[in-house]
């Protein structure tokens, strides 16, 4: 149910990201995978079932892959985020 619930959010984030401007988008796209990676990692440290811990694995995994493409794209485009 919960991971349904951050399904949603997820998907709504991304409506609203691509009514911006291409520079805060992938600002936006890394700031959400990074979150992704975090929920992960706490799924990954409370999960007991071996299928499930695999699964956790391979998500991270997974997402660690997007994560690394937004930052090479971020830097290919020279995108700069404001602190």
Known sequence: MELAMRLEQVM???ETI???KPSSRLLE???DIREQISC???WFAVELDEDLIEAC???GKALEA???YLLRKARQEQVRAVI
């Open 40 to 42: 992960n990692e706490g």
């Open 29 to 31: 796209e890394i700031q």
């Open 18 to 20: 691509r009514e911006e």
């Open 57 to 59: 694995v391979y998500q």
């Open 12 to 14: 709504q984030k991304i």
């Open 66 to 68: 997007r994560y690394r």
